[in-house]
């Protein structure tokens, strides 16, 4: 499928919606768990955390990314170098087949943004579709580890640029 996305630093009003977003169980970890959305504001609108919505030709959000240290997850070994990224997809968009659309437009943006010479994605385990489909992006599994505060395990991928 072909789509073309527009990237646009997080603005106030875009990050608002995007934080409005509820996924069932068990992506549901995924949910903002702060009930301080000003705070969550905060994060998603502070430059150095490098968040972009991301649009459809129509103007409507359908994603989001943010690359950097704000992508990790406590626990995991970061130590290598390679450029972290985080995404999330709309709720009433995931699991129709277009992830990896998806997944290759925040790449190239980010090849193109911040010339790395790797990117690092970290993946909750048990969500089989996200690691299938960065798999299918080039990534590679590093390690898996659990979270510090929780114990959920995550799997960390790099892909070499």
Not at 10 to 36: C, G, K
Not at 71 to 98: E, F, I, Q
Not at 108 to 132: K, W
């Amino acid at each position: 499928m072909s789509m073309i996305l527009l990237f646009q630093p997080m603005n106030e009003e875009n990050a608002r919606f995007v934080l409005s977003w509820r996924y069932e169980a068990p992506y549901d970890i995924y949910n903002p768990d702060s009930d301080d959305v000003s705070e969550d504001l905060k994060i998603f609108l502070d430059p150095k955390n490098a968040y972009y919505s991301m649009t459809d030709e129509q103007g409507n959000v359908v994603a989001y990314c943010c690359f950097g240290p704000e992508a990790r997850v406590k626990g995991g070994d970061y130590r290598s170098d390679a450029l972290d990224v985080g995404m999330g997809l709309r709720p009433d968009l995931t699991g129709k087949g277009n992830g990896l659309s998806y997944v290759k437009a925040v790449i190239d943006f980010g090849r193109r943004t911040f010339s790395p010479s790797a990117m690092r994605v970290t993946v909750a385990a048990f969500n089989t579709r996200a690691l299938r489909v960065c798999e299918k992006a080039g990534f590679e599994v590093k390690h898996v580890f659990r979270r510090e505060d929780d114990g959920e395990r995550f799997v960390v991928l790099e892909r070499m640029m």
